[in-house]
């Protein structure tokens, strides 16, 4: 059965079809599964939260790693609205780092060049506050950008990922039309 699974890989796969004479089994050279195809790249994805405040919300624009390219203690990238029309740009983690953190953080996009900032800690060391300027940037060239490379160090630890930035521009537009409410 191996061969007849190994020797099938030059075809596509469909439904097994049924062997003449033998309607409960499959013929030999007949695949017996279908395969799905991967799951497109994630999208953005639109949220709202709620703030420590009565009445508080924030709302914000997620997108997860690319999972092949990344460690698994990386979660992904999230544009959120801040207080006062100020936009954050967040790594978020999957294992934390201490809240007292001040990670540096390198950034490189696809077509552009590589960045080093200072970052604080948000959320109880799950995700890395960017600093303000980076802002700008998901707020132009990363629009055009195919994909970022992100990389957190704190101490000896080092968190890397990817992070696909299709769909960036329509979502960017959509949380600043989101921002106020």
């Known amino acids: 059965m191996a061969g007849s699974l190994l020797g099938a890989a030059d075809r596509p796969w469909s439904a097994a079809a049924p ?42 624009i997620t997108k997860t790693a690319n999972t092949a390219q990344s460690d698994p203690d990386f979660a992904g990238l999230i544009v959120r609205c801040a207080p006062k029309g100020k936009i954050d740009v967040l790594v978020a983690l999957i294992r934390p780092f201490p809240p007292r953190s001040r990670p ?34 998901a707020a132009g060239k990363w629009q055009t950008a195919a994909s970022l490379s992100v990389a957190v160090s704190e101490g000896d630890s080092e968190i890397k990922g990817v992070v696909a930035l299709n769909g960036l521009r329509e979502a960017y537009h959509s949380l600043l039309a989101n921002c106020g409410q």
């Open 104 to 137: 540096k953080v390198t950034i490189a996009a696809t077509g552009g060049g590589t960045l080093t900032f200072d970052a604080r800690m948000a959320a109880a060391g799950a995700t890395v506050l960017l600093p303000d300027e980076v802002s700008a940037f």
């Open 19 to 60: 062997c003449p004479g033998r309607a409960e089994f499959s013929c030999r050279e007949a695949p017996i599964a279908a395969i799905a195809h991967p799951a497109p790249s994630s999208v953005w994805k639109f949220t709202r939260a709620q703030g420590a405040r009565d009445g508080e919300s924030f709302a914000a």
